[in-house]
């Protein structure tokens, strides 16, 4: 048997200074029922608005770090208080904040661990949920020289590169083996760090006003006078005075591995991993990469798990297709010789859904639509179209049955070729409106790279008792 979720024995709190609006923030974490996730709550606003930690609730901001946003209400820089429940292998805990910083403490996850295991760790009765890598993740940015691949491996492992362009940090390198024995002595303590000039942009800004080189390792990348470093004791509020150490460092802080920066990326993806919403079996090889190329990867691994447990809700094995005829017929409620979409082969939840229609010479429609010269009637590609938008509406409810999606119209409709005997209609749906359960869709069918049909059409989700009496 697998592991069991697990939450906190009882709730703790813990009070700081925030890192970039330099605020006393008080965060507490309590404990979760299964199937909870991770949710932030804004204990200082109005009605405790909830913050549920996914990666659809990502957004990028001048604050560098994990921020997110759900309905108007934000968390900012969360990374070291996700990474210290993921790398706690810990799933449901509720996490009340009264601002919008949980407080930066040391600048590690260190503190946050050990206010965890203050609490203790409670094994919960549900199965914890894992996406158990069978294939390839990968995500490039070639111009950061950014790679981050996710490859199938027994268990859960990061191997981590950077490589900086100064003399005091230089190539760094470092894994995660197993997180069991290793993630709280060897990662969570190591901290946040920047580069003197980053440092200095960060204060013009008006951020970093809770940061101090107690909570934060600055490498100098440049050179600095002294007038320089005055101001930045000013800036740091900090009686001593700031000079540039023998290390490389401000103020000549030791670090705690030879490799903190390093070991501290690796931190700050643990607590970007937590945005999935489950556990990972497999092995994350990574070069130069930071937040945002974190975030892209996670999106890329949650829409391969959405993949995943919707073929295999379905039953299907076909790894080049995502869902197949008898599968598709569990949610559309159409049959032959009017279901008109053969194979599901991408998703994204309510975003966007490929098809495909296989055109074959037997087709009721072909013997009296230009007989002796086959063509698919315009009407039936649109329906197509009209079919794949069901289907990508339809998919995600839990009663599909009970359903129906009625198109409200059609605009800018073009055809573009005709469509033949032996064509293979790739259909494409994005859509580009949401307004309750009504829909816009942009449709487009495909022969080949072809574009042979396009239209944008409206659609309803109803339910179907009230559309349809009862017999």
């Known amino acids: 048997m697998g ?3 697990k939450t906190i024995k009882k709730s703790v709190s813990v009070s700081g200074i925030s890192l970039h609006t330099g605020k006393m923030n008080r965060i507490t974490f309590n404990p979760a029922p299964e199937d909870t996730w991770l949710k932030f709550i804004r204990v200082d606003l109005p009605g405790k608005p909830v913050v549920d930690v996914t990666v659809d609730n ?3 901001e001048l604050y560098r770090g994990t921020n997110l946003t759900q309905n108007g209400v934000s968390v900012k820089v969360v990374e070291h208080v996700l990474a210290a429940f993921y790398g706690l292998e810990i799933d449901n805990v509720i996490i009340e904040l009264d601002g919008e910083e949980p407080p930066v403490l040391d600048g590690s996850a260190k503190p946050f661990v050990d206010l965890i295991l203050k609490a203790g760790i409670q094994e919960q009765k549900k199965p914890k949920h894992y996406f158990d890598v069978k294939e390839v993740i990968q995500y490039s940015m070639p111009k950061r020289g950014t790679d981050v691949h996710l490859i199938p491996f027994r268990e859960f492992r990061i191997t981590f590169m950077v490589d900086f ?14 997180i069991e024995e290793e993630f709280v002595s060897d990662f ?10 980053e440092a200095e942009k960060l204060l013009d800004e008006g951020l970093a006003k809770g940061g101090t080189l107690e909570n934060a390792i600055v490498f100098v990348d440049k050179k600095v006078e002294e007038d320089e470093l005055e101001h930045l004791r000013k800036q740091f509020k900090l009686k001593e005075k700031v000079f540039v150490g023998e290390n490389g460092i401000l103020n000549n802080t030791p670090l705690r591995f030879y490799n903190e920066p390093c070991r501290h990326k690796v931190l700050d993806m643990l607590g970007d991993l937590s945005l999935l919403g489950f556990s990972i079996k497999g092995h994350i090889i990574a070069a130069r990469s930071g937040h945002n190329t974190n975030i892209e990867f996670v999106k890329l691994i949650k829409k391969q798990y959405d993949k995943h447990q919707l073929a295999q809700k379905y039953g299907v094995e076909d790894k080049e297709v995502l869902l197949d005829t008898q599968a598709i017929e569990k949610i559309l409620p159409h049959r032959y010789p009017f279901l008109l979409v053969d194979k599901i082969i991408d998703i994204e939840p309510l975003k966007k859904v490929i098809g495909v229609k296989n055109v074959t010479r037997n087709e009721p429609f072909f013997d009296g639509h230009f007989p002796g010269h086959p063509i698919m009637p315009g009407v039936l ?7 794949t938008g069901g289907f990508l509406l339809l998919h995600t409810l839990k009663n599909p049955e009970e359903k129906l999606v009625y198109f409200l119209g059609l605009n800018d409709v073009k055809f573009r070729r005709p469509v033949v005997p032996g064509d293979q209609l790739t259909l494409v749906i994005d859509v580009e409106h949401r307004r309750g359960q009504t829909f816009r869709f942009l449709g487009r069918a495909f022969v080949g790279s072809e574009l042979a049909c396009e239209a944008r059409l409206l659609a309803s989700v109803v339910d179907k008792k009230e559309v349809m009496p009862e017999t």
Do not use: C
């Open 3 to 5: 592991k069991m979720q």
């Open 58 to 60: 990502v957004v990028e």
């Open 165 to 178: 362009p100064n003399r005091v940090l230089g190539t760094q390198y470092t894994t995660l083996e197993s």
């Open 188 to 197: 969570a303590p190591a901290r946040t760090f920047g580069f003197l000039s």
């Open 381 to 387: 590609i649109l329906e197509s179209l009209a079919q």
